[in-house]
């Protein structure tokens, strides 16, 4: 019979071991929904919005890894969803996230720490630094995926790693925080674009960055400042240009999490921006997006809100802002129940959602 360990039991850390043979974990998001439907960044925008009442799968990952050795490591990501298209609408639909090997050199180098590099169906430099400091992911993406601008994962492949030494394990484990690194970490990218649930449509490639600091880590070591970027072509046929910057400031304190971030540039990962008189042309595009959550001592409770803005040049899309929050319940680490109100104002309508999320992670 195969002894099962549960991780958290023992490290602390979310992961079911099984045996010696491989490490099973799972995030799952049930949730009611009053409002308008939501929809992701690799979904296509209803032409007209679409109203909803009821209790649904919002996502579901269920994640396998095993280490090879003490340099390979491979991870298998499944993401379960609600199909809301086509004859077979209402049943849960299943895709890869992740698909990839893991490499973890031995270097014995004080300046390089940390370093690593994904192969296959990886991670995109910005988004998983970001949802480990925002960990609202259940409630909708985070503001750069939430406009459509990138997505999370894609075929490639992708290093990363510290510049000097790593960070103190008790602060890591006390704070929401994505960079393991005490004064630099970074993440580059090659990829086709199209994102993990998008066909590849053209030859050319994605390039992606992201490089984080602590300005002052002996003294104020919550504080991180980060950019990124995206350089090369829309995932079209008629390659028009995606070309992004984005800036990140955030404070990961045991009780306070304040995240300031800005981006522009042109294009998008799916040419949805581009002009309507040539689809070679990408429009330029600007936001911002603002989001805090104070914990209240070692309670379970939590109070949380968001802030995001979002234009497009020419105007053939509907500038908008969004106002979200909620409160948060902390039932132990694996389990969340969050209610949350979102308030959507652009030109052509204003739209109101009202939400209570189940959060299981294991």
């Given at each position: ?6 991780l958290?039991?023992?490290?602390k ?6 045996g ?6 799972g995030?799952w998001f049930?949730?009611y929904r009053n409002?308008v ?20 799968l919002k ?26 298209e086509?004859?077979?609408?209402g049943?849960?639909?299943t895709?890869?996230k ?15 720490t940390g370093?690593?590099l ?15 400091i925002?960990?609202?992911?259940v409630?909708?993406?985070?503001f ?11 075929f490639?492949?992708?290093i ?13 484990k006390?704070?929401?925080?994505a ?5 630099l970490?970074?993440s580059?990218?090659?990829?086709n ?7 590849e449509k053209?030859?050319n490639?994605?390039v ?11 003294s104020?070591?919550?504080i ?6 995206i ?16 800036g ?10 304040f ?5 522009s ?8 921006y ?5 689809p ?10 603002y989001f805090?959550?104070y914990k209240?001592g070692?309670?379970?409770?939590a ?6 803005s ?8 509907a500038?908008?802002q969004?106002?979200?929050g ?19 104002i ?5 739209n109101?959602?009202?939400e209570v999320?189940?959060e299981?992670?294991?």
């Amino acid at each position: 019979m195969i002894p099962f360990t549960f991780l958290f039991a023992q490290e602390k850390e979310k992961g079911i071991q099984i045996g010696n043979i491989v490490e099973m974990s799972g995030n799952w998001f049930i949730a009611y929904r009053n409002g308008v439907e939501q929809i992701h960044a690799d979904e296509n925008t209803p032409e007209e919005t679409i109203e909803e009442n009821q209790f649904l799968l919002k996502r579901s990952y269920f994640t396998l890894k095993k280490d090879l050795n003490e340099v390979f490591s491979v991870r298998y990501t499944m993401d379960l969803t609600l199909d809301t298209e086509g004859d077979d609408a209402g049943n849960i639909e299943t895709r890869l996230k992740y698909l990839y090997l893991k490499v973890k050199p031995k270097i014995e180098s004080e300046l390089f720490t940390g370093t690593f590099l994904e192969v296959g169906m990886v991670h995109t430099p910005w988004l998983d630094y970001e949802q480990k400091i925002n960990t609202y992911r259940v409630q909708d993406n985070m503001f750069i995926e939430r406009n459509k601008i990138i997505n999370s994962a894609d075929f490639g492949f992708m290093i990363g790693g510290n510049i000097g030494p790593k960070m103190d394990t008790d602060f890591l484990k006390k704070t929401n925080t994505a960079m393991p690194g005490k004064y630099l970490s970074y993440s580059f990218g090659l990829y086709n674009g199209g994102g993990y649930s998008g066909a590849e449509k053209n030859k050319n490639k994605l390039v992606e960055g992201r490089i984080s600091v602590r300005p002052f880590a002996n003294s104020l070591p919550q504080i991180q400042v980060s950019s990124s970027f995206i350089y090369g072509k829309a995932n079209a046929e008629n390659n028009p240009d995606l070309k992004q910057i984005h800036g990140f400031v955030t404070y990961s304190g045991e009780q306070l999490t304040f995240i300031a971030q800005a981006h522009s540039g042109v294009g998008d990962f799916r040419a949805k921006y581009i002009d309507e008189a040539d689809p070679t042309v990408s429009l330029k595009n600007q936001g911002m997006s603002y989001f805090g959550e104070y914990k209240f001592g070692k309670s379970p409770w939590a109070l949380w809100g968001r802030y995001d803005s979002f234009e497009v040049d020419k105007k053939q899309f509907a500038d908008i802002q969004r106002y979200i929050g909620g409160i948060t319940y902390k039932m132990n680490d694996y389990l969340r129940l969050i209610a949350d109100y979102e308030y959507n104002i652009s030109k052509e309508e204003d739209n109101h959602i009202y939400e209570v999320n189940f959060e299981i992670s294991f």
